[in-house]
């Protein structure tokens, strides 16, 4: 029997001679209520037809956090998983298995053994450069969830916007979320919208990450709180990035709807800022039920670098202060105060430059752990290739879907293997992106390629985790994505190198 075709890749599965369980819409579901609620918005599309007996989803205590086993039979379906991560995981399986026929709707007999190798499978959805409402993320979450990631990271504050409400300091919204990028429409979340947010996920079994993003990336907060920013930081990279995307330069006070980075910085020294970031931290904290606050820290490029390794003890110490493991992109791991156990996020490429690599490995020798979410590979808002209108090139891009597939996160950084890495995280930012058409067309299928990493064996460890499977796995995937609205681009142009 051929094998079906699932992403992410499972660690084992057995195709069965025997004939394929026939399914319809009002087929009996038994078993853990939330589980047969998910699986039920699946089947309700289907077209009434008898099915050829019972779906069971129950959660038995015992195999690894996250892990499944699936056993579809002529007569019966059975899901079953270690926790209730891992029953719903083993639904996204069962929805992928669901296959249209000459005979209706069935499922292969097979049976599978499935187990996640990285605790944090994330995406990262950047809702500063354009805002994108309480829809679209629920929309992501459906997306990202049926891939297995279980973290959503959002990117809630950048010069270009600051995205959630926070009580104790009212201007940010009112004074700095009103644009976006090439002067487009701004926004942000009530704190009832992201406690929706959280709560959705958390149905979805993710776990919301929220970045509030310092000492750079800060020019909107100089909009509602100007006493807390320094002046921007006119450099040649932000000259030549205004020259060839327009914008216009930073100016403090003023909306900045351009694409320059690194410009901007809170004062490091003054008390009024451990005040604010104590303020915006605790509110954060506070709505947020998940173990992890992100501080950003990355392209503070115009902070003297003692300077940016004070802000970074201050602002990592604060986090802790609330309760939450801090984490913060790679470039914190240069200041010697940094809290001890800080999550480190690695942004640089599959192949390390510029010290980057040290830099990662010093949250390692302080406790921490790492993400890995390298950009050349994963970052999903480089174009796939040239002609592409969507997206950027920075990353060495364009970054084709065989770009994102063929990298390994353990072979990325010396000394950082599967015990110092938490997981793994795809990032989309979005100074191109306006809407959910937008976001699917860069994401889909390249955030296949990112789950895989996160979930599945090693790249290159078995005859799945090759270039040639995943290629005709992920395209195996598009009737499912097209019955669920997704606008992805078609892996057959996504593929030019
Ligand atoms: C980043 O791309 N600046 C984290």
Known sequence: MAAPHLVPTPTSMTALPDAAFRI?????????????????????????????????????????????????????????????????????TLTQLLAEGPDGWTIPAVRIDDAPRFAYRGVMLDVARHFHGVDTVKAYIDRASSLKFNVLHLHLSDDQGWRLEILSRPELTARAAATAVGGDAGGFYTQDDYREIVAYAAAHHMTVVPEIDVPGHTHAVSLAYPELSEQPVLSEHVQETVAQFGGGLPENGSAYEGMAVGFSSLKIHDEETSAFLRDVFAEVAALTPGPYLHFGGDEALGTDPADFAEFVARASALVVATGKTPIAWHEAGAADGLAPGTIGQYWGFVSPTDGMDDKTRRFVAGGGRVILSPADAIYLDMKFDAASPLGLTWANGPTSLRRAYEWDPATVIDGIGDAEILGVEAPLWTETVRDLADIDALAFPRIAAAAEAGWSAPFGATPERTWESFRTRVAALEPLWTRLGISFTPVAEGEPA
């Not at 996250?66 to 209730?84: F, N, W």
Request: overall charge negative; cysteine-free.
């Open 24 to 92: 319809g819409s009002g087929a009996e579901i038994t078993g853990d209520p939330a589980a047969v609620a998910a699986l039920q918005r699946h089947l309700d599309p289907l077209p009434a037809a008898p099915s050829s007996g019972s779906i069971d989803l129950s959660v038995q205590a015992g195999g690894p956090a996250g892990s499944y086993r699936l056993a579809v039979g002529t007569a019966s379906v059975a899901v079953t998983g270690a926790d209730a991560a891992g029953l719903f995981a083993g639904i996204q």
